[in-house]
């Protein structure tokens, strides 16, 4: 780690930044994690994309298909591959000897930055004091920087009020707001001095940055999926609107529209990993395979995807346009 504990807020507000992917673990046929094909991606994402780090073994990773120590395996491929100022690690889990457990080590390899996701609280109605107890827990245990993330997945939705309380603690930095926008507006005005607020809707990305001043995205797929070495349009359109040229920005971002709706168009119900892995191959990244009890696509939908993007308007490299 590059800070202490009581600098954690500090660090973060001044690294925590820019464009965060959230990375798909890609398996192999026999359901192994393929290693090579993590590392290409990452360095392909933060090389060629303009990715400025990667949330690792999060939902879209499917950490919950996968042991403990596979978990840190990913953590440690993340580390290694694209440094650990790069990297934020989920440490979600029920179980929070679990939770403890896989930030000691996320701290002990150099990572800057662990997520740990609301906990599901059975029989709860008024989560309040539960939330902020089990999350001064993992606060009291590690020095690395904590970013909370509050998702309909718990079975409830974090307060902007709750969320203000928790970020009183001194390694709480910031967080994954995954809420309808009122809400996510009002934590960035309540605590947006000690708490950087960023949710994962690259819908509203744009809109956030200029309207909020943000300056994080965290995260999801959109950066690896809507991008290529040769159109990194999602990257341009950021930048441009961190300039302030706003104008120029909404021209590229809702140049992207074609690309978005091929996306989601193409994405089966209930398929959500297994489209997007679909997708990342036919950009020439490593898939792979959805664990159990996901499932995998279709040959009739793999088709619709195939489709879909080859008429989306992404540029590949190799590829000569029609316009050429």
């Known amino acids: 780690?590059?800070?202490?504990?009581?600098?954690?807020?500090?660090?973060?507000?001044?690294?925590?930044?820019?464009?965060?992917?959230?990375?798909?673990?890609?398996?192999?046929?026999?359901?192994?994690?393929?290693?090579?094909?993590?590392?290409?991606?990452?360095?392909h994402w933060v090389d060629d994309l303009g990715v400025d780090g990667v949330f690792v073994s999060g939902k879209q990773g499917e950490f919950f298909s996968m042991s403990l120590a596979e978990r840190k395996r990913t953590f440690e491929i993340a580390v290694d591959t694209i440094g650990g100022a790069r990297t934020i690690l989920s440490c979600s889990d029920?179980?929070?000897?679990?939770?403890?457990?896989?930030?000691k080590h996320a701290q002990a390899i150099g990572s800057d930055y662990i997520v740990v996701h609301a906990p599901v609280l059975h029989f709860l109605s008024a989560q309040d004091e539960t939330l902020l107890a089990y999350y001064r827990?993992?606060?009291?245990?590690?020095?690395?920087?904590?970013?909370?993330?509050?998702?309909?997945?718990?079975?409830?939705?974090?307060?902007?009020?709750?969320?203000?309380?928790?970020?009183?603690?001194?390694?709480?930095?910031?967080?994954?707001?995954?809420?309808?926008?009122?809400?996510?507006?009002?934590?960035?005005?309540?605590?947006?001095?000690?708490?950087?607020?960023?949710?994962?809707?690259?819908?509203e990305w744009f809109d956030n940055i200029v309207e909020l001043g943000w300056r994080l995205y965290l995260c999801?797929?959109?950066p690896y999926v809507y991008q290529t070495a040769i159109d990194r349009r999602?990257?341009?359109?950021?930048?441009?609107?961190?300039?302030?040229?706003?104008?120029?920005?909404?021209i590229v971002r809702d140049s992207l529209d074609p690309v978005r709706e091929a996306f989601k168009r193409s994405r089966p119900a209930e398929k959500f990993h297994a489209h997007s892995k679909y997708w990342q191959k036919l950009l020439g990244q490593a898939g792979g395979t959805v664990r159990p009890p996901l499932l995998?696509?279709?040959?009739?939908?793999?088709?619709i995807t195939r489709r879909a993007f080859e008429n989306c308007g992404l540029?590949?490299?190799?590829?000569?346009?029609?316009?050429?």
């Open 137 to 203: 827990a993992v606060s009291e245990q590690v020095d690395i920087g904590i970013a909370l993330w509050s998702h309909p997945d718990s079975g409830y939705l974090m307060s902007p009020e709750l969320c203000a309380r928790v970020a009183t603690l001194p390694n709480v930095v910031a967080i994954k707001y995954s809420v309808p926008r009122p809400m996510y507006a009002k934590l960035t005005q309540l605590a947006g001095d000690r708490l950087i607020v960023s949710t994962a809707s690259e819908d």
């Open 315 to 324: 540029r590949l490299p190799g590829v000569r346009s029609s316009a050429a």
């Open 94 to 103: 029920q179980n929070l000897n679990t939770v403890i457990e896989l930030a």
């Open 1 to 43: 780690m590059s800070y202490s504990r009581n600098d954690a807020k500090a660090y973060a507000r001044e690294n925590l930044r820019g464009i965060w992917a959230a990375a798909q673990t890609p398996f192999t046929p026999n359901l192994a994690i393929d290693e090579a094909g993590l590392r290409r991606n990452l360095k």
């Open 296 to 303: 995998e696509l279709t040959e009739a939908e793999k088709d």
């Open 234 to 250: 999602m990257r341009e359109y950021t930048d441009l609107a961190f300039r302030g040229e706003i104008a120029r920005a909404k």
């Open 220 to 222: 999801s797929s959109p």
